[in-house]
């Protein structure tokens, strides 16, 4: 069975903070697909990013970098010099090859910036 | 690219009516879609999973006769709630994908979501 946690229910920083969402997966399959997804006040869950376990390279885009670490079975996302915008609620999510295109979540992180 | 829409965003019904959410992606072919339930500061539980054409794979605990889905078409797919009660009221969510529902490099891209409220 998936499973992926997300530790931090609540994260509350000053804007123009750096924050790390932590996410750490459990699957025995070796083939995976992990994702992290924002989702606004409005509700509708944003893709942000989609990371094969074949590929360990941290990504960077804008703001945004994620670090994949299989050692530790983590994904985690760092918001640099975070603003308002940010605020929203975080989904880790993790998909296997058995499961089809199934999507496991994590429960999720809320973050709240404030100015 | 790849948007998925949903209508309505927003619903109030009297106990006992029946009410039909409808997810589209907008500018690609669904092949997978799925339908997701959503309680307030509370993550996302998969209801279903459906195919386009065929019957839709249920997750355990999800009653099939009161939450009917279908997928018709590799752009459509809708859920009907029915005989809705006021422990309905919630946060309907639907995503899609482009690939079979096997393939595991596919993303799913989400709908806005919709509220119902059941009085």
């Known amino acids: 069975a998936q499973k992926v946690t997300q530790a931090q229910t609540e994260i509350s920083v000053v804007e123009k903070e750096d924050v790390t969402l932590d996410c750490v997966y459990e699957t025995r399959d070796t083939t995976y697909y992990l994702f992290w997804y924002k989702q606004p006040p409005s509700g509708e869950l944003v893709f942000l990013i989609r990371?094969?376990?074949?590929?360990?390279q941290n990504e960077i885009s804008g703001r945004y970098s994620w670090n994949f670490q299989k050692s530790t079975s983590s994904f985690n996302f760092t918001i640099t010099a975070s603003q308002v915008v940010d605020s929203a609620v975080y989904f880790c999510?993790?998909?296997?090859?058995?499961?089809?295109?199934?999507?496991?979540f994590g429960g999720g992180t809320r973050l709240m910036v404030k100015p | 690219g790849a948007v998925v829409s949903q209508h309505p965003s927003r619903v109030i019904c009297k106990s006992g009516t029946s009410v039909k959410i409808e997810c589209r992606s907008l500018?690609?072919?669904?092949?997978?879609m799925f339908w997701y339930r959503q309680f307030p500061k509370q993550s996302l539980m998969l209801m279903a999973t459906s195919n386009e054409g065929s019957k839709a794979t249920y997750e355990q605990g999800v009653e099939k006769d009161k939450f009917l889905i279908n997928h018709a078409s590799l752009t459509l797919s809708t859920l009907t709630v029915t005989s809705a009660h006021p422990e309905d009221s919630s946060f309907y969510i639907c995503?899609?994908?482009?690939?079979?529902?096997?393939?595991?490099?596919?993303?799913?891209?989400f709908g806005p979501g919709t509220r119902l409220t059941v009085l």
């Open positions: 990371r094969n376990s074949f590929d360990e």
């Open positions: 995503s899609a994908s482009e690939g079979l529902g096997t393939a595991h490099s596919d993303t799913q891209y």
């Open positions: 500018d690609f072919q669904a092949t997978t």
């Open positions: 999510a993790l998909r296997v090859r058995d499961a089809g295109n199934m999507l496991t």
